[in-house]
């Protein structure tokens, strides 16, 4: 079955602007989870939503938004954008929700943001 | 707290050579799991083991093993005749019962594995 799909691959912008990523799960999956890869901080967690609803979110500031959509895609939204902000992030899909704790996560390839 | 560390950054080899790669955690938590993922050139995630913290038997699959050890709070990671497709960053990673099962990474092991 098809894996999960992120878009856009790669994106530069400047600071100040907005960014908006999609990611589609694969299908029958209802969790879609966010994470930020940065060489200095590492993988960190952003957010889950398990239909439609948010259930977990990690340590950024407001600027980091998501949403999912009934049929279970989701997009991040990037508000202000900061030179910081610059990583791949990186979506994961899983039937379950995390909560459960038991399910394997699959991974997209990434979105690859630059900020100038 | 919840925290990962893989003490080592990058590990390089020539083909054949065993590998180790450690990883050890900390969590208050009583239900817990741990994980394995290679992160090839690529970029995504593929997942390859998972562990709760009750199940402490070691597991092999092909060239690959895993040792969990409760008592050192180690989750170490062993390829065997290791080959050049071997070559990615490996991530250990841990999820609690308390923290909603986000997952907690430790830094990465970039391993080379050279012919």
């Known amino acids: 079955k098809a894996g999960v799909t992120q878009t856009p691959r790669y994106l530069i912008k400047t600071r100040g602007q907005q960014v908006t990523l999609s990611c589609s799960p694969i299908?029958?999956?209802?969790?879609v989870s966010w994470y930020q890869q940065t060489p200095g901080q590492g993988l960190q967690f952003l957010f889950e939503?398990?239909?439609?609803?948010?259930?977990n979110k990690g340590n950024f500031p407001g600027r980091f938004s998501g949403r999912q959509f009934s049929n279970s895609r989701s997009e991040m939204n990037v508000s202000t954008l900061e030179l910081g902000d610059s990583a791949l992030y990186l979506c994961?899909?899983?039937?379950?929700?995390?909560?459960f704790g038991t399910g394997e996560l699959f991974f997209g390839e990434g979105s690859r943001l630059t900020v100038l | 707290a919840q925290k990962v560390t893989q003490a080592q950054t990058e590990i390089s080899v020539v083909e054949k050579e065993d590998v180790t790669l450690d990883c050890v955690y900390e969590?208050?938590?009583?239900?817990?799991?741990l994980f394995w993922y290679k992160q090839p050139p690529s970029g995504e995630l593929v997942f390859l083991i998972r562990?709760?913290?009750?199940?402490?038997q070691n597991e092999i699959s092909g060239r690959y093993s895993w040792n969990f050890q409760k008592s050192t709070s180690s989750f170490n990671f062993t390829i065997t005749a290791s080959q050049v497709v071997d070559s990615a960053v490996y991530f250990c990673?841990?999820?609690?019962?308390?923290?909603?099962?986000?997952?907690?990474f430790g830094q990465g092991t970039e391993l080379s594995v050279k012919p």
């Open positions: 299908s029958g999956h209802r969790s």
């Open positions: 939503y398990f239909s439609e609803t948010q259930r």
């Open positions: 969590t208050r938590d009583t239900t817990y799991y």
């Open positions: 562990r709760n913290s009750f199940d402490e």
């Open positions: 994961a899909s899983s039937f379950e929700q995390l909560s």
């Open positions: 990673a841990l999820s609690g019962n308390n923290q909603g099962g986000k997952l907690i």
